[in-house]
């Protein structure tokens, strides 16, 4: 287990994947319709996996900013399940009051 909260539990399972398993009530991007799991992949390059997802015609959320200190974009498949593509920020992103 790499990280849990009472509402949220996230597994290693190598280097480069992680399982995570959240209630959809208290998470911040709901998976869509309510259904499904989430696909979390972390990616070298995120502005170079967003152009791939453009350029393949899918239409993926805006990249943002998120809180635990990535950036982060968003795709949904017919039936609802979101696919995360993230990329840790380096140096972390400004959190005001966060002491970072």
């Known amino acids: 287990m790499r990280f849990s909260a009472e509402?949220?539990?996230?597994?290693?399972?190598?280097?480069?994947?992680?399982?995570?398993?959240?209630?959809e009530?208290?998470?911040s991007v709901k998976t869509g319709k309510g259904l499904g799991v989430t696909l979390a992949l972390?990616?070298?390059?995120?502005?170079?996996?967003?152009?791939?997802?453009?350029?393949?015609g899918l239409s993926p959320t805006p990249i943002r900013n998120h809180a635990w200190n990535a950036r982060v974009f968003y795709l949904f498949d017919p039936e609802g399940h979101r696919m995360e593509f993230w990329q840790a920020a380096d140096p972390p992103?400004?959190?005001?009051?966060?002491?970072f």
């Open 7 to 23: 509402w949220f539990v996230e597994f290693l399972l190598n280097d480069g994947a992680r399982l995570s398993v959240a209630d």
């Open 25 to 27: 009530r208290r998470a």
């Open 42 to 56: 972390e990616v070298e390059d995120i502005d170079t996996a967003f152009k791939a997802t453009v350029n393949a």
């Open 93 to 99: 992103i400004p959190r005001p009051g966060l002491g």
